[in-house]
C-alpha cells in the first residue's frame, strides 16, 4: 500500500504550511452547540473506536487519490459532547486558525466521513494534514480540513477559507475530467455529484 507521497499527492497549505507538529501533544477542542464542550488529546482519540475506510479524497482542482483512511466517525465525538438538536454544521479549524471550513451535520455523519489520523495504515504527516485532518469523501477536498485544531457545532453557517474566495459552500463534487492519482494521473470522468467512485 502507497503512502500519499509515494502517490504523488500534491500538498496544499493555503494559509502556509505549518512546520513540524507533535503527534503527543496534539489537542482538538470541541465547542458550540454542546452539552459538553472538552478537548481531546491525540492519546484519548487513540482510545475511541476507530473506523477505515476506503474513499476518495477528490480536489476541486481536479486529482483524486483513493486509499484506506483510518480515525474516529463523527457521531463518536458528537455523542461524547452531546450535541444539542440546534446544531446543523461542524465548523473545522487548522492549525493556526487562518483555515476553516464548515460541513453539514448530516454529511459528518454519512459512513465514510472521518477525522482521520491515517491513511493505508501510516500516520499522516504535517504535509497531508497530520496528526490529525477531516476526511469527507461526498465533497470537494477543502471541506477536509487538515491538522484540525478545533471543531465548532454550529447553528448557522459561514463561509469557510475557500468558500470566501469563490468555491462553492456545498462542496458538491461536480462532473468533469480527473486525473486519478492510483493510475498515475490517467485522467477519468466524475460522473455525478456525491462520493467519486471510478
Ligand atoms: N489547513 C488546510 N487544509 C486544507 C487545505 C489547505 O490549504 N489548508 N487545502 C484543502 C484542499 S483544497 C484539498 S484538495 C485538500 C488537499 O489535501 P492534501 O494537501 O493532503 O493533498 O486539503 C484541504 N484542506
Ligand atoms: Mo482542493
Given amino acids: 500500500m502507497k503512502t500519499l507521497e509515494e502517490l504523488n499527492t500534491p500538498i496544499f497549505w493555503a494559509e502556509g504550511h505549518p512546520g513540524s507538529l507533535e503527534r503527543d501533544k496534539w489537542v482538538i477542542s470541541v465547542t458550540g452547540k454542546c452539552v459538553n464542550p472538552q478537548q481531546f488529546t491525540w492519546q484519548q482519540l487513540l482510545q475511541l473506536p476507530q473506523k477505515e475506510v476506503m474513499g476518495r479524497l477528490t480536489s476541486v482542482t481536479r486529482w483524486s487519490v483513493e486509499g484506506l483512511w483510518t480515525g474516529i466517525a463523527f457521531s463518536t465525538i458528537l455523542d461524547i459532547v452531546k450535541m444539542l438538536p440546534s446544531c446543523k454544521y461542524l465548523r473545522f479549524w487548522s492549525i493556526g486558525e487562518i483555515y476553516d471550513t464548515s460541513i453539514p451535520v448530516d454529511i459528518a455523519l454519512k459512513e465514510k466521513s472521518l477525522l482521520a489520523h491515517s491513511f493505508n495504515k501510516e500516520y499522516l ?17 477543502y471541506k477536509s480540513a487538515k491538522s484540525v485544531v478545533k471543531i465548532e457545532l454550529m447553528e448557522y453557517y459561514i463561509p469557510g477559507f475557500w468558500e470566501n474566495r469563490g468555491y462553492s459552500d456545498s462542496g458538491e463534487i461536480e462532473p468533469g475530467p480527473c486525473r486519478d492519482l492510483n493510475a498515475d494521473g490517467e485522467i477519468k470522468y466524475i460522473q455525478g455529484p456525491g462520493e467519486v467512485i471510478f
Fill in 125 to 141: 504527516s504535517e504535509d497531508y494534514g497530520g496528526p490529525v485532518r477531516v476526511f469527507v469523501p461526498y465533497l470537494w477536498g
